[in-house]
């Protein structure tokens, strides 16, 4: 029996006359990273992608496994593919879902005919389909509401295909499709969040990261060598700059208030972000920081650390409550990875009273006792760039 899987593309679908220009991205995107499962072609037609296998060596299952996770797809389902004759349809049905139509208790046919000159309605084929369903398994009883088994029968173009319940894709829009966005990621739980729901919306990543050797370790940064891994199984390939930070956060430690500490660092770390940014020709930063989260985090401690930016800088979590970046974070896989416990540079010098309601003025008085300008080029000189791939 021949499989395929169907791609169901979600707002692609409204973009007018980009369509054609992203699905073709999408295509390719698919096509490449499809490469490990053997040869298969990408085809696209009437809103959704086809994915067919070109011979046996192809493994379908981690092809499932790696389109669920390209951004741009809403559902896939994996399918075989019959003939358009509604008795090829039912046998069909009744030998490639045999082992769920064995153990369920109800079942349902849903039928939908894109193909207009198929001769039977959507709801006759359901029907037609459903009787031979429930001829070879006589102990099925139907339910339209609460189905254990829904049957889905698709008769499209060239052929029919039928599937079982589809999967949730990553949703989204295809990578890149909306430019280039740089991620400022810690080793936390927050930022490869934030890093993941931008490039689902289609920006390309670079990352930053700031490790202050000797104060954090070779684990901190492995930690967010993995993170970042994870992130560009969905994203694809990330370039990431880890930028050193010790120099700057010891001359803030020796020049200025303690409970300014966080803040100040703060500031330099979007400086320093932001060229590396515009170095890589990146739109906009992004962070992963959530509306009161920490001191830092408070609305006036944010004010002051924009002040210093001259590109957008986009807080994905910002509404979000920690629970709901933890339930993106285990979905994404990132999660067991972020609660290891390896020092960030942000924990090195935490003030014991950082303060809550910072302002520009006192922060710019703070930062003349510094060489800013030269603390920052350091640091965007010293970053080491390593391509990190999925
Ligand atoms: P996370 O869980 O992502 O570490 P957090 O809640 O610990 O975030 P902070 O440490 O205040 O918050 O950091 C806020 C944001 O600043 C992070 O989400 C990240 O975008 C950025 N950031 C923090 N530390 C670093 C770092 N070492 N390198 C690059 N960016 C960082
Ligand atoms: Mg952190």
Same mark, same amino acid.
């Given at each position: ?240 700059? %880890?930028? &050193?930070?010790? $120099? ?8 200025? #208030?303690?409970?300014?500490? =966080? @803040?100040? *660092? ?72 972020? %609660?290891? &416990?390896?020092? $960030? ?8 009273? #950082?303060?809550?309601?910072? =302002? @520009?003025? *006192? ?28």
């Amino acid at each position: 029996m021949q499989e395929v899987i169907l791609l169901k593309l979600g707002e692609l679908v409204l973009k007018g006359l980009n369509r054609q220009k992203f699905e073709e991205r999408l295509k390719n995107e698919l096509a490449s990273r499809l490469k490990v499962c053997g040869p298969c072609a990408v085809e696209s037609r009437q809103s959704t992608i086809y994915i067919v296998p070109q011979d046996e060596s192809f493994d379908i299952a981690r092809a499932e496994e790696i389109c669920s996770k390209v951004f741009g797809v809403v559902a896939l389902c994996r399918a075989a593919v019959c003939e358009k004759d509604v008795r090829a349809i039912g046998e069909t049905a009744t030998r490639y879902l045999r082992d769920e139509l064995r153990t369920a208790r109800t079942f349902k046919v849903e039928g939908k005919r894109s193909d207009k000159k198929f001769p039977l309605t959507s709801i006759e084929t359901a029907i037609q389909v459903a009787g031979i369903v429930g001829e070879v398994y006589d102990h099925l009883e139907a339910d339209m509401k609460h189905p254990d088994v829904t049957v889905h029968v698709e008769v499209r173009e060239t052929a029919a295909y039928v599937h079982s319940a589809p999967r949730p894709g990553a949703g989204g829009l295809p990578c890149g499709i909306n430019g280039r966005a740089t991620i400022m990621i810690s080793g936390g739980i927050d930022s490869p969040v934030a890093a993941w729901l931008m490039a689902r919306r289609g920006l390309e990543l670079h990352a930053v990261h700031f490790f202050s050797y000797p104060y954090t370790s070779d684990e901190a940064k492995e930690k967010v060598l993995t993170l970042l891994k994870i992130v560009a199984e969905w994203s694809g390939p990330i370039h990431l700059h %880890i930028a &050193p930070f010790t $120099d700057i956060q010891e001359e803030i430690r020796d020049n200025c #208030p303690e409970e300014l500490f =966080t @803040v100040i *660092m703060r500031r330099f770390m979007v400086r320093v972000a932001q060229r590396i940014a515009e170095n890589n020709r990146s739109r906009a930063l992004i962070t992963g920081e959530s509306m009161g989260q920490v001191a830092s985090q408070t609305l006036d401690a944010l004010v002051t650390t924009d002040d210093v930016a001259t590109m957008p800088i986009f807080r994905p979590l910002i509404g979000l409550d920690k629970t709901d970046i933890v339930q993106f974070a285990r979905r994404i896989g990132t999660f067991e990875t972020s %609660i290891l &416990p390896y020092e $960030d540079c942000c924990t090195v010098f935490t003030p014991r009273h #950082p303060i809550l309601k910072p =302002t @520009v003025e *006192m922060l710019e008085k703070a930062e003349r006792k510094l060489n800013v300008a030269e603390l920052t080029e350091a640091s965007v000189r010293g970053a080491e760039h390593v391509l990190i791939r999925p």
